[in-house]
């Protein structure tokens, strides 16, 4: 994969509003009811990341789930953290019916 230009992110980051880019990652942060339900999220974020091969550095404390992406063979991002980055948002903030 190769990395993106500062660009393209930008460009890309268009359709992600709650992430950011800066340290050459792919940055959001969600908040949940309760920690189940972000535990549950991060638990269907995992099947995403090992369906891609794609791992997020992530962190939570009690509701809120903090990610990070980048491709660390790139040393920045690339295509692939926006597959994932639209895989957590479908996750986290289905559209509603």
């Known amino acids: 994969m190769n990395k993106l230009s500062e660009q393209e992110i930008e460009t890309r980051l268009l359709r992600f509003p709650d992430w950011e880019y800066y340290d050459d990652a792919l940055h959001a942060e969600f908040e949940f009811e309760n920690f189940k339900d972000c535990f549950s999220a991060m638990s269907r974020i995992a099947f995403e990341c090992e369906a891609l091969n794609h791992h997020p550095d992530w962190s939570n ?12 063979s790139a040393h920045g991002v690339t295509e692939l953290d926006f597959k994932l980055a639209e895989a957590i948002e479908t996750i986290v903030e289905p559209e509603e019916d």
Do not use: A, P, R
Request: charged share 0%; aromatic share 8%; hydrophobic share 35%.
């Open 61 to 72: 404390t009690y509701n809120v789930l903090t990610i990070s992406l980048s491709t660390h």
